[in-house]
């Protein structure tokens, strides 16, 4: 069956510093993954979406970069804030199945 | 434009009861999908509605029901509720069209509290 694994374990990391989550899946050909960011007791909001033919994104801070050989997508947070402490949530979509799969997602703590 | 809507925010109801939730998604957003996210399972995938008809669905009991309105507005139903459908109901529209998903804009939930 289709299954998306992100970091189970919360990350903390020192403010300044780059986070890197990590987003694995099997049995699933996607046309594109998502990120997306999560605030307690609040939905999900949209950060980035990265293609099957595109290999790495950008926005401001974050970058996101997805290899469909190893069926892995890094998503990084350069100079990270306080502000930035959250749950992220990986999300693969596909042509013709609307139906995105959501990772359970990782939460980062960002220390000042 | 206005985001996503949904209504009520928080509920409480008992065993055996039924609830209706409601959705209104962004202006010109056609596909509308309903989640359950609860701590130890995440964000679960219940259906999704294009233009009026439900084109996937999860693996949920029949208990759990939707329908989509001509005006893109969406209505999701859980009869003979259990403590277990206890969670937060996440509604996303998105620009999705006939063949190819798209980003997906979540309104704020709705807090089911089953007793």
């Known amino acids: 069956s289709q299954k998306i694994e992100q970091n189970s374990e919360a990350l903390n990391i020192q403010e300044g510093k780059t986070a890197t989550l990590t987003c694995n899946y099997t049995?699933?050909?996607?046309?594109?993954l998502q990120w997306y960011r999560q605030d307690p007791g609040r939905g999900p909001v949209f950060l980035l979406l990265i293609r099957e033919n595109e290999k790495e994104k950008r926005k401001e801070r974050l970058k996101v970069t997805f290899d469909t050989t190893l069926k892995q997508s890094l998503f990084h947070i350069t100079a990270s804030q306080p502000a930035d402490s959250a749950t992220y949530l990986c999300a693969l979509g596909g042509t013709g199945g609307f139906k995105t799969i959501f990772g359970a997602g990782t939460r980062l703590f960002v220390k000042a | 434009k206005a985001g996503v809507t949904q209504t009520p925010r928080y509920l409480i109801k008992t065993r055996g009861q039924q609830v209706t939730l409601s959705c209104s998604p962004i202006?010109?957003?056609?596909?509308v999908s309903w989640y359950q996210q609860t701590p130890g399972q995440g964000l679960q995938f219940l259906f999704e509605?294009?233009?009026?008809?439900?084109?996937n669905k999860g693996n949920f009991p029949g208990r759990f029901s939707g329908r989509q309105f001509s005006n893109s507005r969406s209505e999701m139903n859980v009869s003979t509720l259990e403590l277990g459908d206890s969670a937060l109901y996440l509604c996303a529209s998105s620009t999705a069209t006939q063949t190819l998903g798209d980003t997906q804009y979540f309104g704020p939930g709705t807090r089911l509290t089953v007793l």
């Open positions: 509605y294009f233009s009026e008809t439900q084109r």
């Open positions: 202006s010109g957003h056609r596909s």
């Open positions: 049995n699933y050909s996607p046309a594109y």
